[in-house]
């Protein structure tokens, strides 16, 4: 889905540069499309796909020697796109999964875990990797890949590593048949024990999620 403007017909298709910047703008591309919702019952498996081959460009930055700026100070880039719609039109898609819960740092001893969203993440990389792709589409290819590789390490890299886990779970819940012990938008008020309440989890999974994103359980 690499937008067949964006090099320049003289630059070498096996340059690193090149391979990661179609990565990264494959990745934009196709998420922007996922958010429309026109297909709606494939968001999480597309979004599985998605995530998990920007990773393969991430692994590429993070496996790479330090790059090094051309310049001491970033260039101002210019005003950059809002991610708002983007994230509203995930929240909606994502619904009742967006919410999941994620270890920050696995290494630090006794860490708790903290609350996320997915369409939040999601709109947060995209914003990492736009503001690189600005750089790169003006020519700073040192300027980009710096900031990709730095934006790696310090934000995008773990926000969409727990994203894909987050996608990975709700596949496997589904497809094992294997309820959630509690579903963001399921009404836990109601008087239910502990079993009724799981098994009550496990019929809206499959109703609300599996359903629609077409996911046959294993019986």
């Given at each position: 889905m690499s937008?067949?403007?964006?090099h ?5 298709p096996?340059?690193?540069?090149v391979?990661i910047?179609?990565q990264?703008?494959?990745?934009l591309v196709a ?5 429309k ?7 999480v498996?597309?979004?599985l796909?998605?995530?998990?081959q920007?990773?393969l460009?991430g ?7 330090d790059?090094?700026p051309?310049?001491r100070y970033e260039?101002?880039p210019?005003?950059?796109p809002?991610a708002?719609?983007l994230r509203e039109?995930?929240?909606?898609l994502?619904?009742p ?10 290494y630090?001893?006794?860490?708790a875990?903290?609350a ?6 999601l709109a947060?990389?995209i ?6 792709m600005?750089?790169?589409r003006?020519?700073?290819t040192?300027?980009?890949?710096w900031?990709w590789?730095?934006s790696?390490?310090?934000n995008w890299?773990?926000?969409a590593s727990?994203?894909?886990r987050?996608l990975?779970s709700?596949?496997i819940h589904?497809?094992l048949n294997q309820?959630?012990?509690e579903?963001d938008?399921?009404?836990t ?5 502990d079993d009724?309440?799981e098994?009550e ?8 999620i599996g359903?629609?994103l ?6």
């Amino acid at each position: 889905m690499s937008d067949a403007t964006l090099h320049a017909t003289s630059q070498n298709p096996d340059d690193f540069a090149v391979q990661i910047a179609d990565q990264i703008e494959s990745f934009l591309v196709a998420v922007t499309e996922v958010a429309k919702g026109d297909e709606p019952g494939s968001t999480v498996p597309f979004l599985l796909l998605e995530v998990s081959q920007l990773l393969l460009a991430g692994g590429r930055l993070g496996a790479h020697e330090d790059f090094l700026p051309d310049e001491r100070y970033e260039p101002d880039p210019g005003p950059e796109p809002d991610a708002d719609g983007l994230r509203e039109n995930l929240a909606r898609l994502l619904d009742p999964v967006d919410v999941y819960s994620e270890v920050f740092d696995p290494y630090a001893p006794r860490t708790a875990p903290v609350a996320a969203r997915i369409s939040d993440d999601l709109a947060d990389v995209i914003t990492d990797l736009r503001h690189g792709m600005v750089h790169y589409r003006a020519g700073r290819t040192a300027e980009a890949l710096w900031w990709w590789q730095f934006s790696y390490f310090s934000n995008w890299g773990p926000t969409a590593s727990a994203v894909l886990r987050a996608l990975q779970s709700v596949l496997i819940h589904v497809r094992l048949n294997q309820p959630l012990e509690e579903l963001d938008g399921l009404d836990t008020d109601q008087d239910l024990g502990d079993d009724a309440l799981e098994r009550e989890a496990g019929r809206v999974m499959a109703e609300e999620i599996g359903t629609p994103l077409g996911i046959r359980q294993v019986r």
